[in-house]
């Protein structure tokens, strides 16, 4: 479910430095005028091959324009933020605070959501199992009961935002968040990491749903990517490994039997 997803035996790391989200892709940072911009990312899968539960239509929208205008808006504000520092100029570099916070997030947010979707015939909307499988199980009774529960925090958001499965990297517990505008779940705590993340925007939807969001949320699941469904033998510790903008961090999962102990209690 989230940006790239495999099961290893290896401990927590975390991989500094910037780096392509994934081989081939050109979603990549770069580094220019001492500051690091962002670049469109490609898609795995071609516009219209989430058809029907996403037309062709909105998913070339949302990518070619709105998921541009947030890089190009963000590498602008990073600019204007280079010669306002250079200036010393503090009203300006407070100014622009909010647009790299709406343009940055959503940039980040985006750039989550596509790698969360997969077309039907490679994958798309099969459900998780082995130690994803019984996380979800354990903290939300049912793959159902999760799906009910994000669709409905996600029709109850109020104007624009995102709807999130987060692992809390802590307790490692999964828990459902929802973020306003292009807020990134990190504004709802620095240990949540995002597993799976669905744009509630309108611009996400209206051109097939029109205001019928509750519609929208029912028929992605059926191309949502559930990546972490690989299998882990029982009992062996497992982690989650998330390659995301920031680079390639990886977290420990609960073993199937702590997830079994962990029913009991």
């Given at each position: ?32 005028r ?6 469109l990312p490609d ?11 996403i037309?062709?239509?909105i ?13 190009t808006?963000y ?9 306002a520092?250079?200036?010393?100029d ?18 980040i ?6 790698k ?5 015939n ?16 354990t ?16 029709a ?18 999964l ?82 039997n ?8």
């Amino acid at each position: 479910m989230a940006l790239r997803t495999l099961f290893s035996k290896k401990a927590f790391t975390t991989a500094s430095g910037f780096r392509p989200i994934a081989a081939g892709d050109r979603c990549f940072l770069r580094q220019a005028r001492g500051l690091t911009v962002a670049a469109l990312p490609d898609l795995a899968y071609d516009y219209g091959a989430l058809e029907p539960a996403i037309s062709g239509e909105i998913m070339r929208l949302h990518h070619q324009k709105h998921h541009q205008a947030y890089v190009t808006n963000y590498n602008n504000a990073l600019e204007q933020l280079e010669t306002a520092v250079a200036k010393g100029d503090a009203s300006a570099v407070v100014r622009l605070q909010s647009a790299i916070k709406f343009n940055g997030g959503g940039h980040i947010n985006h750039s989550i959501f596509w790698k969360n979707l997969k077309p039907v015939n490679e994958g798309g909307g099969e459900p998780p199992h082995s130690t994803l499988g019984w996380a979800i199980d354990t903290d939300f009774c049912s793959l159902e009961a999760l799906v009910q529960k994000m669709n409905a925090e996600g029709a109850a958001l109020q104007g624009s935002g995102w709807v999130w499965l987060a692992l809390d990297k802590g307790s490692k517990k999964l828990s459902v968040e929802t973020t306003s505008n292009q807020d990134p779940l990190v504004t709802k705590g620095a240990n949540l990491v995002p597993l799976l993340g669905i744009d509630v925007w309108e611009h996400a939807y209206y051109l097939q749903y029109k205001n019928v969001r509750p519609d929208y949320l029912k028929n992605i699941w059926k191309v949502v990517l559930h990546a972490a469904s690989l299998s882990v033998p029982t009992g062996e510790e497992s982690t989650i490994r998330i390659v995301s903008l920031q680079g390639t961090e990886t977290f420990l999962l609960p073993t199937c039997n702590e997830l079994k102990n962990r029913q009991s209690l």
